[in-house]
């Protein structure tokens, strides 16, 4: 029986590629997107395409109801957004709460909302995918305050869901997929999103127990908290 992944964020970039290389590798995938005026991007590689904005609740809870029932091996928590915060002066209560809501908090309520669809199959897998710029350990100078905040957030909240459902067999993870030509990694990243997602995705094929809570780059390398 072909395992089934959920990737959040799929319409473009990094999101669109996971769809894309998770079905060559043979995986039922079911994607989201916030709006379903793109799901046209994303159906030729996807079993099902269904809506979900991460920021809101709401949207969550639909989403899960809408699968009940489904069993889901490998949930890869990928959308984000960033705010245009490139300096102290221009921090606003709204970029953060919109970012964090969207990068933080919605990979976590998600996971929750979905903790039955996981139970129910034999990977029991997530795949937070945050960004070294989250990593405070490699601070070198402030910009993205909100962004950056968030993903230490996420990293945080990967480590303590790993701690509290590795004993159910769980492997939780946070992966920084490298710095990318998308939409926000913008036209002077030295990476391409389909060498990323590849090698990424070959990583967590050969993840286990002993990989719980780790911070990776997409290559597997550690990165330091």
Same mark, same amino acid.
């Given at each position: 029986?072909?395992?089934?992944?959920?990737?959040?964020?799929?319409?473009?970039?990094?999101?669109?590629?996971?769809?894309?290389?998770?079905?060559?590798?043979?995986?039922?995938?079911?994607?989201?997107?916030?709006?379903?005026?793109?799901?046209?991007?994303?159906?030729?590689?996807?079993?099902?395409?269904?809506?979900?904005?991460?920021?809101?609740?709401?949207?969550?809870?639909?989403?899960?109801?809408?699968?009940?029932?489904?069993?889901?091996?490998?949930?890869?928590?990928?959308?984000?957004?960033?705010?245009?915060?490139?300096?102290?002066?221009?921090?606003?209560?709204?970029?953060? !709460?919109?970012?964090?809501?969207?990068?933080?908090?919605? &990979? $976590?309520?998600?996971? /929750?909302? %979905? *903790?039955?669809?996981?139970?129910?199959?034999?990977?029991?897998?997530?795949?937070?995918?945050?960004?070294?710029?989250?990593?405070?350990?490699?601070?070198?100078?402030?910009?993205?305050?909100?962004?950056?905040?968030?993903?230490?957030?996420?990293?945080?909240?990967?480590?303590?869901?790993?701690?509290?459902?590795?004993?159910?067999?769980?492997?939780?993870?946070?992966?920084?997929?490298?710095?990318?030509?998308? !939409?926000?990694?913008?036209?002077?990243?030295?990476?391409? &999103? $389909?060498?990323?997602? /590849?090698? %990424? *995705?070959?990583?967590?094929?050969?993840?286990?127990?002993?990989?719980?809570?780790?911070?990776?780059?997409?290559?597997?390398?550690?990165?330091?908290?």
């Amino acid at each position: 029986m072909p395992r089934t992944a959920l990737v959040t964020g799929t319409n473009r970039g990094l999101g669109l590629d996971f769809v894309k290389d998770l079905s060559r590798r043979g995986y039922h995938v079911i994607a989201t997107v916030r709006d379903m005026k793109h799901a046209a991007a994303v159906s030729p590689f996807a079993k099902r395409v269904l809506p979900l904005e991460q920021a809101d609740a709401a949207s969550i809870h639909a989403l899960g109801e809408v699968l009940s029932g489904v069993p889901i091996d490998v949930l890869v928590n990928n959308a984000g957004m960033s705010a245009e915060d490139k300096s102290v002066t221009t921090l606003s209560m709204e970029a953060f !709460d919109k970012v964090f809501r969207t990068n933080a908090f919605g &990979p $976590a309520l998600l996971t /929750r909302a %979905l *903790l039955p669809n996981l139970r129910a199959a034999q990977t029991r897998r997530v795949l937070n995918i945050s960004s070294t710029l989250g990593s405070i350990a490699n601070v070198s100078h402030g910009f993205s305050y909100a962004y950056r905040a968030s993903k230490s957030a996420l990293n945080m909240l990967t480590a303590s869901l790993a701690r509290e459902l590795g004993p159910e067999g769980f492997t939780i993870v946070t992966f920084c997929p490298g710095w990318n030509k998308t !939409d926000m990694g913008g036209p002077a990243a030295p990476l391409m &999103p $389909a060498d990323s997602v /590849r090698k %990424l *995705l070959d990583v967590a094929e050969g993840l286990n127990s002993a990989s719980n809570g780790a911070y990776l780059s997409h290559e597997g390398k550690p990165i330091a908290w």
